[in-house]
């Protein structure tokens, strides 16, 4: 009998996986041919100081748009391009263009405004990673310290060495170091203390916890922990007024969320800029 039952287990979910394995397949091969097509997008979030509100750069996010008007959200194809390798081709476009748009918001006169980049941890496994950022930097002549790069958790713990190398080199170049949804994955608080971060980016899920009248000891315990570690620390998720208020007590610097702008073309930035440099 208990031999019988992985075979029905087997059997009944069968038809299933392999559809899902068709749908993702079907899925990596339409993204290689819109990301070699330069169809993909690279959308802007603006990033401010919680005190002054003044913008002080902004996250670069990927959106696929599906041909009729809609985007297909990156939640769903960054794991696909995870997972195909495509990342490392993407992740390096997502990079150069966002030196390209950092030239360009600097003859606009924006020329102190940075631009943080996620990494995903193909790119670091691949040999000439650090190298080509270097160049990139380098060719495009951007002040390195412009460009951020935001890690996760689950990064580092993947590959401790490889991450706390790379990322230490880079640092050592001028690139700064953010650690995005902090408090969702599980970091070892050794190697926190290895890495070379300068942002410590508070996960929206602790920032949606406060509300009129309650604790949010998460986010206050991970503000906390910036604060000792020495890091700047960002709100991400802020959606209400009483959110950015709330952080602001608790001693965090930065925020970003749909209160201060939603992610945007980069046209839309420029006009987004332009209006809060009115006032
Ligand atoms: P993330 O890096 O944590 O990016 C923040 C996400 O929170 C973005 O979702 C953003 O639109 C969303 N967000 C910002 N403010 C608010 C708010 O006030 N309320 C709510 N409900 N959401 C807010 P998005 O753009 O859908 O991106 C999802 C994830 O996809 C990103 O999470 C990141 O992990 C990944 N991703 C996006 N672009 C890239 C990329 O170029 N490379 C890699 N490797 N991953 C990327
Ligand atoms: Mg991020
Ligand atoms: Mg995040
Ligand atoms: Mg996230």
Sequence with gaps: RA????????????PEIEEQT?????MIRRLRTEFMARNLELW?????????????????????????GGYISPAEFVPLAEYSGLIVDIGYWVLEES???????????????RVAVNVSIPQFRDPNFVQSIKQLITHSGIKPGLLELE????????EPHIVIDALTDLKKFGVTIAIDDFGTGFSSMSYLQ??????????????????PGETAFIAETIVTLGNKLGLITIAEGIEKREQASFMIKLGCDEAQG?????????SSLVEYLAKRKKG
């Design 22 to 26: 068709t749908w993702r397949l079907h």
């Design 99 to 113: 030196c390209r748009r950092l030239n360009e918001l600097a003859k606009m006169g924006y020329p102190n405004l």
């Design 3 to 14: 031999k019988k039952t992985p075979t029905a287990n087997y059997e009944y979910f069968a």
């Design 258 to 266: 749909y209160l201060f702008g939603r992610p945007m073309p980069f």
């Design 44 to 68: 802007f979030q603006p990033q401010v100081d919680l005190s002054s509100e003044a913008v002080i750069g902004m996250e670069g996010l990927l959106r696929w748009p599906d041909g009729s």
């Design 151 to 158: 890690i996760t958790e689950s990064i580092v713990m993947d």
């Design 194 to 211: 290895k890495l070379p971060l300068d942002r410590l980016k508070v996960d929206r899920s602790f920032v949606a916890e406060i509300k």
